[in-house]
């Protein structure tokens, strides 16, 4: 054999074997991939909804129906869902990191974002929010932008048809938390004093890779102050004056897709707990179609004709008016948040998440009189001292007269 052919072989033979390495290191790696360095992490981000983006019901569901309306929302769907499709162009799913929902190299990769769109380097250097991380499993590289707001706007920030379907990002950064340095995530990353890796450094900040947000009961329980500031008694009338605080979130509530609702029941009883009146009122962004439909499909949407959502350490004042019987001495009154997100699953039933998140109570006993008004959110005024002497004095002047 001539040394051309032997040298042909052997680089041949090497080809083989490289080149599907090196276009292995050009692919984005599997999440798991990660689980013997960040085994913390990895079990985190395996319970969160970002690892369920692809596969959750409710997702499935609302994709299906949008291909079903026009097949291009595939990739408008995916480049959030499975952000790796916006590099890998897989919009068929057909490779096993496709479906892995948001995962870490995706995020790891990511070097800025503009107008809303990711820049990202496939995934080498790993990019991480500390300035001396040192491995041989990959090159790494500080990044601020992991922990700041604007990390987050690339997917919680979306229009279509010019209707901003939601707006997380921009509601954000029109609240105080702003203003105050206060990112996404310092509530949705809440971070602990640990190791970002086995065996690592011991540092004072470790993100969590959970993202508690409106699918967590106790994260919610945390957003509303709800309160009664005043109850007012008019004859057989009586007027409550609510106040309702968004005072633990850096965004309105509820945010994200409109689907998701908070609505707030009142209800009031007599003393023997029969009820005589109940109202209920929903905070929400209503979208609506060209003929003015509400429509719970985004793409369907031309316009936005109701958003009364609460603000960032805003407080809204409702007020109650109702008729108490006349028989009843007391009136028993209730308040209750709920946050509802009501999505049609695969299986053609209606998924409803109907959560309690903030309540008051109270009972208050009337000062009525027939034919008299009253109120007991003030008490009727005494006549005082003062009011004493010139009684005194004015029966002395009598007895003074009579003699």
Not at 75 to 90: M, N, V
Request: net charge negative; hydrophobic share 35%.
């Amino acid at each position: 054999m001539s040394s051309k052919l032997i040298y042909g072989a052997i680089i041949g033979f090497i080809a083989i074997w490289i080149i599907p390495v090196v276009q292995a290191n050009e692919e984005f790696q599997s999440s798991y991939t990660c689980i013997e360095c960040h085994p913390d992490r990895y079990e985190e981000w395996t319970r969160s909804t970002h690892a369920l983006a692809v596969s959750d019901p409710v997702f499935e569901a609302s994709y299906m129906r949008a291909l079903k309306s026009d097949p291009q929302y595939r990739e408008y769907c995916l480049s959030c869902h499975s952000p790796i499709t916006r590099a890998s162009k897989d919009f068929n799913l057909t490779k096993s990191i496709s479906i892995e929902g948001v995962g870490c190299t995706f995020c790891h990769s990511v070097t800025g974002v503009e107008k809303n769109n990711y820049i990202f380097n496939q995934s080498n250097p790993m990019q991480g929010p500390y300035s001396d991380s040192k491995t041989e499993a990959h090159t790494s590289a500080y990044s601020d932008l992991l922990t700041k707001s604007e990390f987050c706007a690339g997917c919680h920030e979306f229009s279509i048809n010019d209707v901003p379907v939601y707006e997380t990002y921009t509601e954000w950064k029109e609240s105080p938390y702003a203003a105050e340095g206060k990112q996404c995530q310092d509530c949705h990353m809440e971070a602990k004093r640990g190791e970002a890796a086995k065996n690592g450094t011991i540092r004072e900040k470790v993100y969590q890779h959970f993202w508690y947000g409106g699918h967590s009961g106790l994260f919610l329980e945390k957003a509303f102050d709800l309160k009664e500031d005043s109850i007012l008694e008019t004859g057989d009338m009586v007027k409550v004056t609510l106040n309702i605080t968004n005072r633990n979130v850096g965004h309105k509530i509820p945010s994200g897709f409109p689907a998701r609702k908070v609505v707030l029941h009142f209800t009031a009883s007599d003393e023997n707990e029969q009820e005589i009146y109940r109202e209920d009122r929903v905070y929400a962004k209503t979208l609506v179609d060209q003929y003015g439909n509400e429509v719970a499909d985004f793409w369907k949407a031309a316009s936005i004709s109701k958003d009364n959502r609460i603000k960032p350490r805003e407080s809204r004042i409702e007020v109650f008016e109702f008729k108490v019987p006349d028989s009843s001495g007391k009136v028993k009154t209730k308040a209750t948040l709920e946050y509802q997100l009501e999505a049609e699953i695969i299986t053609k039933s209606l998924e409803s998440m109907n959560l309690e998140i903030a309540q008051t109570s109270k009972t208050t006993s009337l000062n009525r009189t027939i034919g008299v008004e009253a109120t007991t959110s003030k008490k009727t005024p005494g006549i005082g001292w003062i009011g004493a002497i010139a009684v005194m004095m004015a029966v002395s002047m009598i007895y003074r007269k009579k003699n």
